[in-house]
């Protein structure tokens, strides 16, 4: 009797061997069910090996093999280095892969009807209805292929009769069942379709595409291109070369918002006829188990979505685009800690494919790559056409501060006014959601936060709430202070987007004012629908947080204005300067990118500041060049490697004597130095006491394995919990 080693979605150190019953056929990929405790579990088969394994061993026997194509070779291999390199068990990264594991089922069925031509023996009002409405095209897109089938519920509905009547005429022969899977495949999309027209520059970068393409293997390219500049038309050509090259090779674009994916599916649809498959955490169960099954099978040809989509188990994977590869939201914080950049490098070479990494504002590491060779560079230096770059300007807030209770300083409102005078749009950009980011109480400087923590509770006006947005807590705002009950003493400090709406209403009575922001665009038909009356030009000032920052393109906008461009260098965030520019240069650039120029006002108190004094003359290349030379000097990524243990425990003794534990733990290594433990920046979090370590050494060194020896040492309490994040970019 066979073995089958089995790797189980549970987080469990290593996989354990099975017997494989008489007649299953299984080999390694195989997706299959086998006990586990008193449970049937699902799992992958590793490895396949002789009866001669199983001798003298009592062992559990596979219960099922499940009817999928198996998982290659080359995505076990990328789920394994990710289990290593994240110093995670195995288990919970396949975990990942097999969120949606109802795709390895086939897709269920539901029984649709439609007219045969043949008549009733005896006619009738409601049958003669029925009959009439069954020739008409139902309201159904996702069967729009089978035109006249109609389900029971919705003939009935629609012809106004009892279900008894459809029924009574199918049994009579006058309407055929048909049976309809309920997860239809995508549209196949078709690479042949004209695309734009190319301008020099996009033209050379898409013929360097092309021609690694058609030459095979791995190779990595870096498409730097200015705000505006084509990057996705661009990217279109390599899709498309890439499906003419291979009829069954599949393409993963990753965005770094599920805003973004909805803009962007309307571009995929015009260029190739069929939209992607999408994947992001915004989708029902049932979208969700329809990508998943079809990106197994290889049905599944462009795939769009959110940084999870990295892990889906592809038949084909040949091409791989991270578009906004700075972006932050690439990097997972919560679970298995990754970075959704560095894993499609390694899942493309992994796969023989290509990956190209899309930015305006390349992160430090991506820009050193290229410079180092590993990656290829292209260059889009110019936005096509009459549009340019916006003009930026820097608002100099001490000099030109705002008025009391203001935060729009007189520059910034001349500009909104002229703008609206002149037919055009306005930008303001401020990355904080809510009225207010703290409630104080005037009477005793009582801070509200969220129970357990010290996070401080944000006001939202609009809906008459204090939410953590660290947390998810809410209540309603108290009408008097929880800690000394004065009464209507509670303020908001400081300004979020809904503040400066208000702001605005008052300068602009007659304006039309949007506020974009997560908490007003819930669900993709709301962000869609804002985005689109933007584009129409049916609102004249947008106020929103960083998702507006990313990918839109309003033709008629032609003011941005940033209100605190300093809030993102607080803290001791080693990438504070590089998050600022790469953010603002984004949310400046969607300013002027039709033929009206465009321009941006900066309000800061730190004009001096390298981030500032780079994004108002435009010289990204020198900005890096600073902090490429402070960060060597440091020995910081990408000249050296971080990680960081996090540990957290109920009461702050039991934390800080687990920490002095772990500390006497830690190996020695060559070069390799070990900061803490201190209290975290967000020291208590969901009522639990959090310490820190922060491990740096050379680049050289594997610091993954460092990690995995140090925690293989500990034996702590089960109370006290540990996360380890390699290559960390939150410092909370």
Known sequence: MAVARILFTLPLPEPFDYAVPEGMTLQPGSYVAAPVGPHDRLGIVVDVLGDDVATGRKLKTVTAV??????????????????????THPGQVLAMALRAREGLLPSPVETRYRATGKLPDRMTPARQKVLEVSRTVPNCPDLSRNDQLWSAVDLASAANVSSGVVKGLAEAGVLEAVELETDPSFAIPDPDRKGAVLTGEQAVAAGELKAAIHAGGFSAFLLDGVTGSGK?????????????????????????????????????????????????????????RRTWREAV??????????????????????LIIVDEEHDTSFKQEDGVTYHARDLAVMRAKLEGGQVILASATPAL?????????????????????????????????????????????????????????????????????????????????????????????????????LVCHVTGYSIPKPTKCPQCGAPDSLMGVGPGVERVAEEVRTLLPHARIEIFSSDTAQGADVTRSLVERMERSEIDV????????????????????????????????????????QLLSQVAGRAGRAERPGRALVQTYAPDNPAMEALAANDRDGFLQIERDVRSELVLPPFGRLAAMILSAPSADLVDKAALDIAAAAPNGDGIEVFGPAPAPITVLRGRHRRRFLVKSPRIIDLSAYMAAWTARLRLPSQVRISIDIDPYSFL
């Open 66 to 87: 499940y009817d999928a194509p198996p998982m290659g070779a080359p995505m076990r291999e990328f789920l394994a280095w990710v289990a290593r390199y994240t110093v």
């Open 232 to 288: 996705t038309e661009v990217y279109f050509e390599a899709i498309a070369e890439t499906l003419k090259s291979d009829p069954e090779a599949q393409i993963l674009v990753l965005l770094p918002e599920i805003a973004l994916t909805q803009a962007i599916l309307a571009r995929f649809e015009a260029r190739f006829g069929a939209a992607p498959a999408p994947w992001h955490s915004g989708l029902s169960p049932k979208d969700r």
């Open 297 to 318: 099978h290889g049905r599944a040809r462009i795939v769009i979505g959110a940084r999870s989509a990295l892990f889906l188990p592809y038949r084909k994977l040949r």
């Open 365 to 465: 590491e991506t820009a050193v790559n290229a410079e180092a060779g590993r990656y290829v560079h292209l260059r889009l230096a110019a936005r096509p056409g009459a549009s340019r770059l916006p003009d930026i300007e820097l608002v100099d807030l001490r000099t030109a501060p705002p008025g009391k209770g203001k935060w729009l300083s007189p520059v910034l409102e001349r500009a909104l006014m002229e703008t609206l005078a002149n037919g055009e749009q306005s930008l303001l950009f401020l990355n904080r959601r809510g009225y207010a980011p703290l409630v104080i109480c005037k009477a005793c400087g009582e801070r509200l936060k969220t129970p357990g923590t010290e996070n401080w509770l944000t006001e939202h006006r609009y809906s008459g709430r």
């Open 542 to 581: 947008m106020i929103g947080t960083q998702i507006v920052a990313k990918g839109h393109n309003f033709p008629n906008l032609t003011l941005v204005g940033v209100v605190d461009a300093d809030s993102g260098l607080k803290g001791g965030d080693l990438r504070a300067g590089e998050r600022t520019y």
